[in-house]
């Protein structure tokens, strides 16, 4: 046991070394990404670049705030970021009902999900955008968030994660008398944990940065996201890098937040016991 | 049986979507609510504008939505695509021909006479071909831009140039002289993304772009783009995209380029201590010195119920004094002649240089296929540049599927 | 008729499960998709967009158009390339980061789990400015390091092959984090009595990885190598913002070619129909790994 120690030691140690070359190349332009916001716009596309501001100011953060409408858009964000959650969670009901049911046509049906990832999004942004108007959403929270509500990616996912909890396990609980829903809620949420905590850091970062809908459903500037405030700063001809580094520096920071929170999730696995 | 099962999650889906309709924004279309669609940063802008608007008009209260530049096409195909428009779109000069075609913009002839700051002469000439399209009044200029030549004035003075290169053979001569200079030295750089220089370089040769039926084969485009090309095959510009153009003339390395009104910020932001050392001309001259007019304009949505409203906010707007003010708060150039007089622009060295150059100045032709014509001889020439193609044969072939874009 | 009753309530629940995700697609992805699909036979442009009546149908012009266009081609030749190569990539380097970072709970991996994430969250003006300096051919980094080997310069996004290579390099770049996370949170789903069952009977390392770990993975592994796929074909990213598409048109992938006929030239019926191309070989392609798949292990 001891030996069997030592040499996972050292593997362990190669593992991390292999890690951290890899992990610093991997995230230079990240590095690069914050420190740049810290930058002069005079600095920013100085060749070669500079990995650390030579004369750092904080002026980007103080325009980015005093140049939005800080407190709509984050409201406007947040709000978008909750009711995506919704929409996690009628993915998993989805990709549980395709994991673990049997019904006629069920391969037919999943393509046809499966056929919604396939097609280009600008190709139907205009229709879309057309329904919205005759439901009467057209500037309306719902009619931003509705459409990508559902998404393949995300059922397929839970699909693939669920077909791999054991059918006994479900079947165990029904002999108990535990209904459908009782079985979902209690015993296949629990067990899914890692795959809830990937597709809520998805979830979050694709809501967060939602962009495109609030902007093209929006008739004026109440509900715009944070993006959309972001993007304002961007002038036709000038690019203001800095004020967009520091912009883009801010708006991932919450995400690390949340991906730190999640992770755990992802890591920690469930415990065999619930199997057994 | 079946539909049973799935009546309850559709009526539970429908009554998540009007739950949720209700906490939209829900503002705008009050009755003397006037709604702007204006761009990027100037959209921001154009907010704080409004307010001395509002002040002397109580009754109406302007609603600007600023757009991001990246977006606002899409945002406007949706907009003509359900008619949910503005009341009050600002329209980069080279989309009027495209949307004035689709009818998404108010015919403003019947309402010429009772807004004498509309006029046709108020604006430079070069403007006025984006207000037109076939026999519609379709936009009032807002703003303006122009090219001109940014230059070192202490390296062209090394090369014996103490004033700006004054024609083509000119520029050749001291661009050349620049490249030879130093090494990694481009005389002259031409941004080989841009659109319009192509055919600044035809213009000046006396090239007239026919909107019907546009000779690309003829010696005036065809002498244009050999001069364009012959820097590239000389070596004194750079296919490469090497530095970004302020760092490059900074160093020296791209002591001339062509460019707009906006690099003056940029200059002075960005490269503070190079003040004094440079400059900017008027095109260099061939048959004539002619360069491009661009900026952007009012236009009125076609269904806009306030077009009374609507017609007197760009009145405002475009009053001569209200320019004056937006140039001092966006720095865009004001497109009403008049505006030129005042000293702000007519004495500031680098203005009045635009000033002048806009006097001679062409608009980007009306027609709606401008945008995929141009890009085609962009690529007509990175075959040439890079490709090692025959300058005549691709004139030739882009001359063919120029004409077939063409309606 | 008991049974029969029974039988439809307990069928009952899959279709509670799925009905509202389905319905939410039905009504925002495939009634769109059909809809494109129609104009996909139309000549519709930016006039046809504000008044209907302008909108002919051409029947499969723009198809047969489509079929001649050069750039077309280009685009489908090049994005085969972009696919062929990419994908394997991609699922290997994020398997092989997840199984490293697999290797521990400490701080230090708890760490670089969300440093190998940080590419998918970055933004991608960033991305174009730290690796158009990368990439660039007189001052940038790549080539310094070469020059130091007495390497010539590599004209990493100016030559049509290279920059193909380039994008290719970046865009695997920036895959990792995502599918990164879902192995590892598939490696989660490995019950420790597994590994220990295998170290009982003397497995080695290599042996658990090859035996036990990978075909755990399957689903996993499947589920990547699906929406990768799906992914890469609609690759669009990277050349929009490094390259449009240049240098002569040696970077232009279906999906740009799309994107600049319906957003740059109004041409929406014959992206729609540029669309529908890509559209079908995506489905061939999905379907044949499906196949595949039932082939290889019936579930």
């Known amino acids: 046991m001891a030996s069997g120690k030592s040499k996972g030691n050292t593997e362990r140690w190669i593992a991390t070394i292999l890690l951290i070359i890899g992990g610093f190349i991997i995230s230079l332009p990240f590095i690069w990404m914050i420190t740049s916001s810290f930058k002069p716009e005079s600095e920013i596309l100085q060749m070669p670049p500079t990995l650390f501001a030579e004369n750092p100011t904080i002026q980007n953060y103080i325009n980015l705030f005093t140049n939005m409408n800080f407190g709509v858009y984050l409201r406007n964000t947040l709000i978008i970021v909750l009711l995506s959650f919704i929409g996690l969670f009628l993915n998993a009901m989805a990709g549980y009902g395709f994991a673990k049911y049997h019904f006629k046509n069920k391969e037919k049906v999943f393509y046809l999900v499966l056929a919604t990832m396939m097609i280009p999004g600008q190709v139907t942004m205009i229709p879309v955008y057309l329904l919205l108007n005759e439901m009467g959403l057209i500037n309306t929270m719902a009619g931003i968030v509705l459409p990508g509500l559902a998404a393949a990616f995300s059922i397929f996912l839970f699909r693939m994660f669920m077909a791999t909890i054991p059918t006994d396990l479900i079947e165990a609980a029904r002999l108990d008398g535990a209904g459908e829903f009782y079985i979902f809620f209690r015993l296949i949420m629990p067990i899914s944990k890692p795959i809830f905590a990937v597709q809520g850091i998805l979830t979050f970062i694709a809501a967060w940065n939602s962009f495109l809908w609030p902007l093209i459903i929006a008739n004026d500037e109440s509900l715009y996201t944070l993006s959309v405030g972001l993007s304002l700063l961007k002038g036709q001809y000038a690019s203001n890098f800095a004020l967009q580094m520091a912009g883009a520096a801010f708006m991932v920071l919450p995400i690390i937040i949340i991906f730190s929170f999640f992770q755990k999730y992802i890591v920690e696995g469930f415990t065999t016991s619930g199997l057994k | ?407 | 008729m008991n049974q029969l009753v029974k039988g439809t309530v307990r069928n009952r629940h899959p279709f509670i499960f799925i009905a509202p995700a389905l319905l939410i697609l039905i009504l925002f992805s495939l009634i769109p998709i059909i809809i494109a699909f129609v104009i996909s036979f139309t000549d519709m442009d930016l006039k046809g967009l504000a008044d209907w009546s302008n909108i002919s149908f051409i029947g499969v012009e723009n198809y047969t158009n489509l079929l001649a266009d050069t750039v077309f081609h280009k685009a489908v030749f090049n994005t085969f390339f972009y696919v062929v190569i990419g994908v394997p990539l991609v699922i290997f380097f994020s398997l092989g980061i997840a199984l490293l970072l697999n290797y521990g709970k400490n701080l230090v991996f708890t760490v670089f789990r969300a440093v190998y994430f940080m590419p998918a969250i970055t933004n991608i003006i960033a991305i174009a400015v730290v690796w158009g300096f990368l990439y660039n051919t007189e001052y940038g980094l790549f080539n310094y390091l070469l020059s130091l080997a007495d390497v010539d310069k590599v004209p990493w996004l100016e030559h049509p092959v290279i920059a193909k290579l380039s994008l290719i390099l970046l865009a695997v770049w920036k895959g990792i984090g995502i599918n990164m996370i879902i192995f590892l949170a598939a490696l989660q789903g490995i019950p420790n009595s597994y590994y220990e069952a295998a170290k009982i009977d003397g497995a080695k390392r290599w042996q658990i990885l090859l035996f036990i770990t990978i075909p755990l993975l399957r689903y996993a592994i499947f589920f990547v190598t699906v929406t990768t796929l799906i992914g890469w074909l609609q690759f669009f990213e990277e050349p929009f913002i490094m390259t449009q598409g240049g240098p002569l048109d040696g970077t232009v992938s279906m999906a740009l070619f799309i994107y600049q006929r319906g957003f740059q030239f109004s041409e929406f019926g014959y992206a729609a129909a540029g669309s529908f191309v890509l559209f079908i070989v995506i489905i061939i392609v999905t379907l044949l790994q499906f196949k595949l798949r039932k082939a290889d292990d019936d579930i």
Request: with cysteine; proline share 4%; charged share 25%.
């Open chain 2, 1 to 407: 049986m079946k539909k049973k099962g799935l009546v309850v999650p559709a009526v539970l889906a429908m009554g998540l979507s009007t739950a949720l309709a209700g906490c939209g924004g829900g503002s705008g279309d009050s009755e003397n609510t006037l709604s702007v669609w204006a761009m990027g940063e100037e959209g921001k802008l154009l907010d704080e504008m409004t307010e001395a608007y509002e002040e002397e008009n109580p009754d109406v209260t302007v609603d600007v939505q600023a757009i991001p530049w990246d977006q606002a096409y899409d945002k406007l195909l949706t907009a003509v695509a359900s008619g949910n428009g503005p009341d009050v779109l600002q329209l980069g000069t080279t989309w009027v021909a495209e949307f004035a075609d689709a009818g998404a913009l108010l015919d403003l002839t019947e309402h010429m006479e009772d807004y004498p700051d509309f006029n046709l002469d108020n604006y430079f000439e070069g403007a006025q071909t984006s207000m037109k399209y076939d026999d519609q009044i379709v936009g009032i200029p807002w703003y303006v831009e122009t090219r001109t030549m940014y230059y070192r004035t202490d390296l062209l003075e090394e090369v014996g140039y103490s004033e700006a290169p004054a024609t083509w053979d000119e520029l050749k001569d001291a661009a050349t002289k620049l490249s030879e200079s130093g090494e990694d030295v481009y005389g002259l750089d031409i941004d080989l993304n841009d659109q319009i220089t192509p055919f600044i370089f035809a213009w000046q040769n006396g090239f007239e772009f026919d909107t019907e039926n546009p000779d690309f084969t003829s010696p005036e485009f065809t002498e244009a783009l050999e001069y364009y090309t012959s820097y590239f095959e000389e070596g004194i510009s750079t296919t490469s995209e090497g530095i970004d153009i302020i760092q490059a003339f900074k160093d020296g390395q791209k002591p001339i380029f062509f460019s707009g009104p906006w690099m003056i910020n940029i200059l002075n932001d960005q490269a503070p201590d190079l003040e004094g050392q440079w400059a900017v001309a008027t095109m260099p001259a061939k048959e004539n010195n002619l360069s491009s007019i661009g900026g952007a304009n009012f236009s009125v949505f076609h269904n806009s119920e306030k077009v009374d409203e609507a017609l007197d906010f760009i009145s405002y707007m475009n009053e001569v004094d209200t320019q004056i003010e937006w140039m001092e708060k966006s720095n865009t150039l004001p497109s009403r002649l008049e505006a030129w007089e005042d000293p702000k622009l007519a004495d500031d060295e680098m203005y009045s240089v635009f000033g002048e150059q806009l006097e001679n100045t062409k608009g980007a032709p009306p027609i709606k296929e401008w945008e995929k014509v141009a890009q085609e001889l962009l690529s007509s020439i990175e075959r040439i540049n890079i490709g090692g193609a025959d300058l005549d044969e691709e004139l030739e072939s882009f001359n063919e599927k120029a004409n077939s874009m063409i309606e």
